[in-house]
Nanobody
Framework: QVTLVESGGGSVQPGDSLSISCAAT????????MAWFRQAPGKEREFVASITWRSSRSTHYADSVKGRFTISRDDAVKTAYLQMNGLRPEDTAVYYC????????????????WGQGTQVTVSS
C-alpha cells in the first residue's frame, strides 16, 4: 500500500513554469514506477509522463508534453516531481500522480495507487 499526496498546483499564465510534487507518506516508494496523469473538465484522464523505479531512471512522455515537461524522482525523500515549462491553456487540468509496475504503461488501469490530485490552471 502506497499513499500519495500531490502538492504545488496553482494558477499561472501561458508560457510560465510550474513544478508539482508527489510525496509518498507510506509504502515502498522506491519499488514502483511513478507516473503523472491529468484530467481536464469533461475529458478522460490521460497519461502525461512516467519514470521507472530502476537506477536508469528511464522516462516516457505523452507527445503533447514532450520537450516541455520533465518527470523526476528522489527515492531518499519518497517524492516524484513534474517540472512543467512553457505552459499552455490546454495544460489546464487536475494532475494526479500514480504508482505502478511498468513505467511504459500509459493506461490508468495499470497503476495501483493514486493521489488526490492538484489543480493546475493556465490562463491569461
Amino acid at each position: 500500500q502506497v499513499t500519495l499526496v500531490e502538492s504545488g498546483g496553482g494558477s499561472v499564465q501561458p508560457g510560465d513554469s510550474l513544478s508539482i510534487s508527489c510525496a509518498a507518506t507510506s509504502g515502498a516508494f522506491s519499488l514502483y514506477a511513478m507516473a503523472w496523469f491529468r484530467q481536464a473538465p469533461g475529458k478522460e484522464r490521460e497519461f502525461v509522463a512516467s519514470i521507472t523505479w530502476r537506477s536508469s531512471r528511464s522516462t516516457h512522455y505523452a507527445d503533447s508534453v514532450k520537450g516541455r515537461f520533465t518527470i523526476s524522482r528522489d527515492d531518499a525523500v519518497k517524492t516524484a516531481y513534474l517540472q512543467m515549462n512553457g505552459l499552455r491553456p490546454e495544460d489546464t487540468a487536475v494532475y494526479y500522480c500514480a504508482a505502478g509496475g511498468n513505467y511504459l504503461e500509459t493506461t490508468r488501469d495499470e497503476y495501483l495507487y493514486w493521489g488526490q490530485g492538484t489543480q493546475v490552471t493556465v490562463s491569461s
